[in-house]
């Protein structure tokens, strides 16, 4: 065997061994959101961006249908509101503010074309903490809004994963 072979061999061993290690521990990526519906129609009034992002996520994440009509779906999630903003978080010495927090807040609930609710209204919200300088106001900006687009993406898929939980779970009436 030549030393380069070997060498080779080595470096191959090494670069596999962590992969090997997470998948012997049962580590796996988070898949596709498995849903018992056919179609699903998003109703309320969430704001653009947030409809487009759920319409996304149930499109590549699912194998479920978006459909127009509510009366064409297994589930309808209506969106009840759906809140974004910022708050001052710090200043600095000079009185300027140099932190923000960015916020959205998603109310939600769904329910069966016979009116059973699958999930009663419920809230989910995320926070992001972001610095801010007034010498790049334009890139705090443009980051301001990359922020706010991953952040309604992730939420999207959250509510997608408590639909699908809630889908399995029985449904115990309290007396």
């Not at 994440?61 to 009509?69: L, P, Q, R, S, Y």
């Not at 779906?73 to 503010?97: F, H, K, P, V, W």
């Not at 016979?114 to 010498?135: H, K």
């Amino acid at each position: 065997m030549s030393v380069n072979h070997l060498r080779r061999a080595l470096i191959g061993l090494i670069a596999t061994t962590p992969v090997s290690g997470l998948i012997a521990c049962g580590y796996r990526l988070r898949g596709m959101v498995d849903l018992p519906f056919k179609g699903i129609a998003i109703t309320g009034n969430p704001s653009p961006p947030m409809r487009a992002d759920l319409q996304t996520a149930i499109l590549t994440g699912t194998d479920v249908k978006i459909a127009i009509n509510p009366k064409d779906a297994d589930l309808i999630l209506e969106i009840t509101n759906d809140i974004s903003g910022r708050e001052i978080l710090a200043y600095n010495s000079n009185g300027q503010i140099s932190a923000y927090r960015l916020n959205i807040r998603v109310g939600f609930r769904a329910f069966d074309t016979s009116g059973a609710e699958i999930i009663p209204d419920s809230e989910i919200y995320m926070t992001r903490d972001m610095d801010f300088s007034n010498s790049t106001v334009l890139a705090t900006d443009v980051q301001q809004q990359q922020f706010l687009t991953l952040m309604r993406k992730d939420l999207a898929i959250q509510i997608l994963r408590r639909v699908a939980a809630a889908a399995k779970t029985p449904q115990t009436k309290a007396f």
